[in-house]
């Protein structure tokens, strides 16, 4: 499966955003789709995942109660919209996608075969 990032930009803190991430290639609905971050100079983390019908998702314990994961199998996309942002989320954001059917929502970073090409996001204080 190929996976583009796209949506990121320059917000200020408490702003929004929404992350979409289009899949083409293989059966989109037969995968976990999942958003990382890389902060310059740290290790690629987990943000959130979904599961392939949509009803589960996780998310990292930084992130909850303001990120909202979400995918349209009918358009082949996934979400990631983006509230009350702060300037510790300034990363570069990726998508990924797992079809492993190990778990519903995975938060490996390991499981994950596809990955998009990253969209930056910024947040200024």
């Known amino acids: 499966v190929q996976l583009q990032a796209y949506g990121g930009g320059l917000v200020q803190a408490g702003g929004s955003l929404r992350l979409s991430c289009a899949a083409s290639?293989?059966?989109?609905?037969?995968?976990?789709m999942g958003w990382f971050r890389q902060a310059p100079g740290k290790e690629r983390i987990f943000v959130a995942s979904?599961?392939?019908?949509?009803?589960?998702?996780r998310y990292a314990d930084s992130v909850k109660g303001r990120f909202t994961i979400s995918r349209d199998n009918a358009k082949n996309t996934a979400y990631l919209q983006m509230n009350s942002l702060k300037p510790e989320d300034t990363a570069v954001y990726y998508c990924?996608?797992?079809?492993?059917?190990?778990?519903?929502?995975?938060?490996?970073?390991?499981?994950?075969?596809?990955w998009g090409q990253g969209t930056q996001v910024t947040v200024s204080s």
């Open positions: 979904i599961s392939r019908s949509g009803e589960y998702t």
């Open positions: 990924a996608a797992d079809d492993t059917g190990i778990l519903d929502v995975p938060s490996l970073l390991q499981l994950y075969d596809y």
């Open positions: 290639g293989r059966t989109f609905s037969s995968c976990a």
